[in-house]
């Protein structure tokens, strides 16, 4: 008997299943936020409560971003993509018809667990499943497709839900998910590399079928999110609260043991090797301030907008999108730029960009609307530096590392983007209630100082950038075993170009003045 084999994809397929992924991803971290106040009603359940569905997504995304670039290598592109999507749409079906507040929060955890997935799969499948002449336009429209969702998400959310309700939010991206499924099957399951990779190059993490660490695995995952929940709810549960200090105190603890264990383990969980590593050890530390800035920029903006200048969250919405939308520009054109500059010119140049853009907000935003002449160009001026220091800080983390560990590095480097937006959240959250009562516009100017405070220290942790190659780090490894399938350097060059960064959540639930 004999059976068929599945038709072989064409050229666009991946390219098309890596966008539908990480625009799926990114669009459901975003398009809730203007839901809340339905969600709070439908359920009837108070803001503090309904503020979980925002958050119960950004606690696994955070999370699971570094073992997931781990299971990229040990799992395959393909498989974990196939898992991602399963996931994430049958989440998103059980959110659409949840009959109770609680099987939307369990649908909503598990929505962004496949979409920490889907990230560094849908990434890895347009490094290796596009032909390499066409691989920098396709990084390009990745990265493209990242920033649309994130730009349409308030904007598409508040009109969805204005018009039909907020189920149907969740209800569009199961007919996308299923197709998501139906082609990622035709996509191969390894791609032969060109040229073998040295084995004194590879790691246990690069070996395809030796899973890492599983309890190492464990507390890194677990010690994150108790992380980014005690920082995300300390404000609203006392910094000195017992559940507070819990999470800080236990999760500390367990990544910091998590981080110990791999050390000199033969199948770490993260690869601790990637840190001795200068250049990727400062862009690391970049990506934590950028996430820092990027996450309470976006957030104060729509607080401003809403509770200063009194703007509806749909306006506030339109009126983030020209910064956001000439962002995402900036990124593109400067990964199909010819001559493209260092990755340290790239950081510096776009933090003291945002050092002088925050510094002119905190000295010039009036307390009366003047969209035309105030808050365009500040958005300009942020979509400038945002779009430069994303290219910079990821190029500078793919480039300095070996391409068989390109999808660790890349995950852990969103990794400390995603703790740095939680700590820039938890700052602002912080400084905005200290300041409760005092003139309007005083707490937005201390915080704009304190941004352009933090891109500074961007730019300085960016002189310790280094030209554009991998730079050779020592860690444990096995036994030299045959070389997995892994991109070219060219590929994780123009991957790296255009590397997106996760959009922050922002939960509107207590922005209404």
Not at 196 to 206: K, L, R, W
Request: proline share 8%; hydrophobic share 55%; glycine share 8%.
């Amino acid at each position: 008997m004999s059976s068929r084999a599945p038709a072989p994809p064409s050229a666009r397929t991946p390219l098309l299943l890596a966008c539908g992924g990480s625009f799926l991803a990114f669009l459901d971290a975003m398009i809730t936020n203007l839901a809340v106040p339905d969600l709070a009603h439908d359920f009837e359940v108070g803001v503090t409560s309904v503020s979980w569905v925002v958050t119960i997504y950004a606690i696994p995304l955070a999370a699971l971003l570094a073992p997931a670039g781990r299971l990229a290598d040990v799992l395959g592109r393909r498989r974990l993509f196939l898992i991602g999507a399963a996931v994430f749409t049958a989440a998103s079906l059980l959110v659409a018809v949840a009959p109770v507040f609680a099987a939307l929060l369990v649908g909503r955890a598990a929505q962004g667990v496949g979409a920490a997935l889907l990230i560094p799969a849908s990434f890895a499948i347009v490094l290796a499943d596009t032909a390499p002449e066409r691989r920098a336009a396709a990084i390009a429209l990745w990265s493209a497709s990242a920033s649309l969702a994130a730009v349409l998400g308030p904007v598409v959310g508040g009109v969805l839900v204005d018009a039909v309700g907020w189920r149907v939010l969740f209800c569009v991206n199961v007919p996308l998910g299923i197709w998501l499924l139906a082609r990622a099957r035709q996509l191969p399951t390894a791609t032969p590399t060109p040229t073998p990779t040295p084995a004194h190059t590879q790691t246990a993490a690069t070996q395809r079928g030796r899973f890492p660490d599983a309890t190492a695995t464990a507390l890194l995952t677990g010690g994150i999110a108790a992380l980014v929940l005690g920082l995300t709810e300390a404000e609203r549960w006392g910094w000195a609260d017992p559940a507070t200090l819990a999470c800080l105190i236990g999760g500390g603890a367990a990544t910091l043991v998590a981080i110990g264990r791999s050390a000199g383990h033969p199948s770490p969980a993260i690869e601790v090797g990637l840190w001795r590593n200068r250049t990727y050890a400062a862009a690391n530390a970049v990506s934590a301030l950028f996430g820092a800035f990027l996450f309470a920029s976006l957030l104060l903006g729509v607080l401003f907008l809403v509770s200063v200048w009194d703007y509806s969250a749909l306006r506030a919405g339109l009126a983030m999108t020209p910064g956001a939308v000439f962002s995402a520009l900036v990124g593109i054109t400067i990964s199909r730029s010819k001559r493209q500059a260092s990755p340290r010119v790239l950081v510096v140049a776009g933090a003291l960009t945002l050092a002088a853009t925050a510094g002119a907000l905190a000295l010039w935003l009036p307390a009366e609307p003047s969209f035309l002449t105030a808050w365009l160009p500040g958005g300009f001026g942020l979509g400038l530096g945002i779009g430069a220091i994303s290219v910079g800080s990821s190029s500078a983390a793919a480039l300095s590392v070996d391409p068989t560990r390109f999808a660790a590095a890349v995950g852990l480097n969103i990794a400390a983007r995603q703790i740095g937006g939680a700590l820039g959240i938890a700052a602002l959250a912080m400084l905005l209630e200290s300041r409760a009562g005092s003139d309007p516009l005083t707490p937005y100017e201390h915080i704009y100082w304190l941004m352009a405070a933090l891109s500074f220290a961007a730019a300085g942790a960016g002189l310790l950038l280094r030209p554009n190659r991998p730079e050779t780090t020592t860690v444990p490894t096995p036994p030299p075993a045959s070389p997995s399938p892994s991109p070219s350097v060219e590929a994780a060059e123009a991957a790296s170009a255009s590397m997106p960064t996760p959009p922050p959540v922002q939960n509107l639930a207590d922005t209404r003045p």
